[in-house]
């Protein structure tokens, strides 16, 4: 059985800094990549990250460029996500996805349950 | 960097109704565009990839179609299971990945 869990998140005050974990289990985690995608409370999904299968390439969204750095370790099984000078507006759920890299069906096509951060002065 | 736009942000339906939900990217994103359903509280789930590819064990009321810019999630016939927010996705790279802004489907 394919699983995400995502630990790390709590509560911070602006300006501090934070890693997030993702263990995989239930399938070969090198043969994925990998992403954190988030969702403040009421809004929609918005992609935070991704990595591809051996950490060689990464992307970032323009509001967390500069500030977050999204690496992985294939020996562990692990994804992380160090989230440095928060923001309030970073406060959200962050899920870890896997992404596949099958020609033909590209794209995120799992999800964890996700790990709140909450940033307030 | 590519930009998705959805439409509408929201949508009333009764059970029955055939559903449509749009999607434009930025640029073309050849057939790399995905559908998640998700429910309150709940993870996203995969329902269509490459445009029009049905993930195994989603019913088969729901349908993709598009190439290029535009795209679109059809339900045929809206079951009450269906009442959730769907999210249109690029997969055209494996490094970048923005959503659309989400449709809520609801009574």
């Known amino acids: 059985e394919v699983q995400l869990v995502e630990s790390g998140g709590g509560v911070l005050r602006p300006g501090e800094s934070l890693r997030l974990s993702c263990v995989a289990s239930?399938?070969?985690?090198?043969?994925?990549?990998m992403s954190w995608v988030r969702q403040a409370p009421g809004k929609g999904l918005e992609w935070v990250s991704s990595i591809n299968w051996n950490g060689g390439m990464t992307g970032y969204a323009d509001s967390v460029r500069g500030r977050f750095t999204i690496s992985r370790d294939n020996a562990r099984k692990s994804l992380y996500l160090q989230t440095d000078s928060l923001r309030v507006e970073d406060t959200a759920l962050y899920y870890c996805?896997?992404?596949?890299?099958?020609?033909?069906?590209?794209?995120?096509?799992?999800w964890g349950q996700g790990t709140l951060v909450t940033v307030s002065s | 960097d590519i930009q998705m736009t959805q439409s509408p942000s929201s949508l009333s339906a009764s059970v029955g109704d055939r559903v449509t939900i749009t999607c434009r990217a930025s640029q073309s994103i050849s057939k790399y565009l995905n559908w998640y359903q998700q429910k309150p509280g709940k993870a996203p789930k995969l329902l269509i990839y490459?445009?029009?590819n049905l993930e195994s064990g989603v019913p088969s009321r729901f349908s993709g179609s598009g190439s290029g810019t535009d795209f679109a999630l059809t339900i045929s016939s809206l079951q009450p299971e269906d009442f959730a927010t769907y999210y249109c996705h690029s997969s055209y790279s494996t490094v970048e990945g923005p959503f659309g802004q989400g449709t809520k489907v609801e009574v």
């Open positions: 239930g399938f070969t985690f090198d043969g994925y990549g």
């Open positions: 996805a896997r992404v596949s890299i099958e020609m033909n069906r590209r794209g995120i096509d799992f």
């Open positions: 490459s445009s029009s």
